[in-house]
Nanobody, 120 residues
Framework: QVQLVESGGGLVQAGGSLRLSCAAS????????MGWYRQAPGNQRDLVAR???????NYADSVKGRVTISRDNAKNTVYLQMNNLKPEDTAVYSC??????????????WGQGTQVTVSS
């Protein structure tokens, strides 16, 4: 099992920047996949970005060009740098890790979530 600890959420003005961090601990394979999801009130939880162990990335169309996901494998930490934030980015952001990098939810772990609020 994997434990995820998130940090970096907060309140920012539209056009501002924020960097989220997620530190993972536990049994994590070298092939692991990590990423970020977000959920606004009344909406489903949607993928924001994900990154594989070798650095391949995938972004949601709504944030592509404004966010960058990265990871430090030695520290088992994933980051989400968000720039030019918009009010519609307001949501609870949750870190996830699939410890084996497989399409099997048994190996999924989730962080507690951190609130990001963007004011206009």
């Amino acid at each position: 099992q994997v434990q995820l600890v998130e940090s970096g959420g907060g309140l920012v003005q539209a056009g501002g920047s924020l960097r989220l961090s997620c530190a993972a601990s536990g049994t994590i394979f070298s092939t692991s996949v990590m990423g970020w999801y977000r959920q606004a009130p009344g909406n489903q939880r949607d993928l924001v970005a994900r990154i594989t162990s070798d650095g391949s990335t995938n972004y949601a169309d709504s944030v592509k060009g404004r966010v960058t996901i990265s990871r430090d494998n030695a520290k088992n930490t994933v980051y989400l740098q968000m720039n030019n934030l918009k009010p519609e980015d307001t949501a609870v952001y949750s870190c996830y890790c699939n410890s084996r990098g497989l399409s099997d939810p048994r190996y999924d772990s989730w962080g507690q979530g951190t609130q990001v609020t963007v004011s206009s």
